[in-house]
């Protein structure tokens, strides 16, 4: 047997098995549980890009955003989409993320954009907190009752009619 017939026979092995592998759904599998890295991969792509100084230092917005997306994307497809209710205030968070890593690595230092990215980030996480509240806020109050009512059980002026 040549080189050449043997180059054909695995070639034609490979392509049975990557047909039989689609067969049985693990490509599939694969796509629906890590499809967030096609989004995290570029984000990833322009961070080593500006740090190799081939693309200038405004690719890290969109850098820092595709970044913080994909991983908010990722927990919400391996942990559960309902916790996108609670987690959904973490998008702008990715923007601000963003903005502040050009804020940081850029030459100009413009007083609006860091701004921009501090204030994006105080909403964003006074969104967050008014979702925890709305989900859990029952037992937050719960437990601040519980709390009152302890403190005023101990604090209470003994007499000793």
């Known amino acids: 047997m040549n ?11 490979a392509v049975g098995l990557i047909i039989l592998l689609g067969k049985l759904g693990v490509f599939a599998f694969i796509g629906s549980v890590f499809w967030p890295l096609f989004i995290l991969i570029p984000g990833v792509l322009l961070h080593v890009l500006y740090f190799g100084r081939m693309v200038p230092s405004v690719a890290l917005i969109p850098a820092g955003a595709l970044t913080g997306v994909s991983i908010v994307l990722l927990i919400g497809n391996w942990f559960g989409w309902g916790l996108m209710k609670v987690l959904w205030p973490l998008f702008p968070l990715a923007l601000a993320v963003g903005l502040y890593e050009y804020y940081v690595f850029s030459y100009e230092r413009s007083r609006q ?28 109050i719960a437990a601040a009752l519980i709390g009152v009512g302890v403190w005023i059980v101990v604090r209470r002026p003994r007499s000793w009619r």
């Open 113 to 140: 954009i860091w701004t921009a990215a501090i204030g994006l980030a105080a909403v964003s996480a006074a969104l967050f907190v008014i979702m925890l509240l709305w989900t859990w806020g029952i037992y937050l």
């Open 3 to 13: 080189r050449q017939s043997a180059a054909v026979g695995i070639g034609v092995a």
